[in-house]
Structure formats: C-alpha cells, structure tokens
C-alpha cells in the first residue's frame, strides 16, 4: 500500500469521527430545543391548574385513571378528618414551588379519613428547622388531630420514587427523604385504615391557629436553560467542524512518496 492512500484513508477516517461528533452535537442541541418547548407548555398548564378554582376531588372510581401528566397540581377542595395515626416528615432544603420557604425543615405528612371512609395523605405544611425536636413537632400537630372535619384546599400530587442516592428513611424518628408516600403508608400503618388514595395533596388552606405546619399557595418556578444549553452544543458542533475544516486544509498538497 502506498503512503498516499494511507494519507487518504487517515483523511476519510478523521472525516466520519468529524462528522459523527458534528451530528451528535446538532442532535443534542435540537433536543434542547425540543424540551424547552415541552417546558413553555408545561409551565403554562401548570400555571393554569394553579390559577384555576378549586374543584372537588376525583371520586374513587377514576383514582386508576389519573397520571402526573394531565392531573398534577390540580387545585381540588374536599372535606376530611385527620386521623390519630403517626405522622411523617419529610426533609427539605428548601422548596421550588413554595414562595415562602426558602431554608431547611420539613414537610408534615399526615393521613386523612374521606367522608367515604377511604384515606388520603395531606402534606400539611412547613415546619420550620428550628423545631426538629421531635416533641415540638408532635405538640404543633397535635391540634390538627382533634376528630373534627375540616374543609381542605389543596392541590393534587403525586408520590416520589426515592433516587439512588437519596438516603434510607429514619423509621425510629418517622423522617423521610423523599415523597414516597406508599412507603409511609406500609412502614405507619396508613394503609390498613382504609383503601388509600394513589396521591397525596399539598395544603394550601387552612392555616392552623398557631401557624404550624405552614400551608401555602404554590407557584411554577421549573428551571428553563434549555436555550443555553442548546447553544452550548450548536457552539460545540461549530468548534468541530472548524478545527475539522483548519485540519483538512492543512493536509491539502501533501505528497507521499510511492514505497517499494
């Protein structure tokens, strides 16, 4: 083989990996901006659940057919008793949705009793971190679980599959890391009281008399970098194919001599 086609398959070798880098930078690029306009419509549906009127809460029957897709955030008022059963918290650093909270606490989550007799869990609100003490915890929920009905507006989530590095939930002291709300209920026993429902509501109102746990309104504050990151990758693709066209110019005019 001579060293001049050695010189031309190096060339169409350099040619396909300067290509293949070029595609799949465009690619990725492209699906930026794809996801930005799946962000713009999500932000806008959600923005329209959270403005809507409060609605009552789906009946047991449709329960298998919600999805986070169409029902997350869905503003829904009911009447419910909170029941005389464990509670759980769950750890926060802060929140995305919630205005209002902006340090470290917890969220509580307690279990309610429908006037169907099936339960729902009612994340009801804030507690701030200084009263991480177990016993202050108890003493601001304590007056939630007086037996009465209450009236409750809220909005419509759903539970939280722990990641990989989320840490095991603290079973002695009833903390969570993570939304996992069918967890809770197998480890509390929430879910023998009665059939439970596949979600959970996030509080809005009523706020307890003392002020804590601190329900809220929430608010749609999803991150929206797709239009950085996509020209991250279309500046990246343009890098390549300019070091790639600098680098096939330079080969122009070399010669090889003929071996053997």
């Given amino acids: 083989m001579t060293t001049a086609a050695a010189h031309r398959r190096?060339?169409?070798g350099m040619s396909v990996i300067a290509l293949t880098m070029v595609a799949v930078l465009l690619s990725l690029g492209i699906w930026q901006l794809q996801r930005r306009d799946e962000k713009h419509r999500l932000i806008a549906a959600l923005n329209e659940r959270l403005a809507a009127s409060p609605v009552a809460l789906p009946a047991a029957r449709d329960w298998p057919t919600l999805d986070p897709a169409h029902d997350e955030f869905r503003r829904v008022r009911f009447t419910a008793t909170y029941?005389?059963?464990?509670?759980?918290?769950?750890?926060?650093?802060?929140?995305?949705?919630?205005?209002?909270?902006?340090?470290?606490?917890t969220w509580a989550f307690l279990p309610a009793r429908l006037p169907d007799g099936r339960t729902v869990v009612i994340n009801a609100g804030?507690?701030?971190n200084t009263m991480q003490?177990?016993?202050?915890?108890?003493?601001?929920?304590?007056?939630?679980?007086?037996?009465?009905?209450?009236?409750?507006?809220?909005?419509?989530?759903?539970?939280?599959?722990?990641g990989l590095f989320v840490p095991a939930p603290n079973l002695d002291t009833r903390l969570w890391f993570s939304r996992d709300v069918p967890a809770m209920a197998v480890a509390l026993g929430w879910d023998k009281a009665a059939d439970i429902a596949?979600?959970?509501?996030?509080?809005?109102?009523?706020?307890?008399?003392?002020?804590?746990?601190?329900?809220?309104p929430l608010g749609v504050h999803l991150r929206d970098n797709h239009m950085q990151y996509a020209i991250t990758w279309f500046g990246l693709a343009l890098a390549v194919a300019i070091a790639f066209g600098v680098w096939l110019f330079g080969q122009r005019g070399r010669s090889a001599p003929v071996l053997g």
Avoid at 148 to 158: D, I, K, P, Q, S
């Fill in 10 to 12: 190096g060339i169409a």
């Fill in 133 to 162: 003490d177990r016993g202050a915890e108890n003493r601001a929920i304590q007056p939630l679980l007086n037996g009465e009905a209450a009236t409750l507006t809220g909005y419509l989530r759903f539970p939280e599959q722990p």
């Fill in 126 to 128: 804030f507690v701030p």
């Fill in 198 to 216: 596949p979600f959970y509501i996030d509080l809005e109102t009523p706020l307890p008399a003392n002020g804590v746990p601190k329900p809220g």
């Fill in 83 to 105: 029941l005389k059963l464990p509670d759980a918290m769950v750890y926060s650093s802060g929140s995305a949705v919630r205005d209002d909270v902006a340090g470290p606490g």
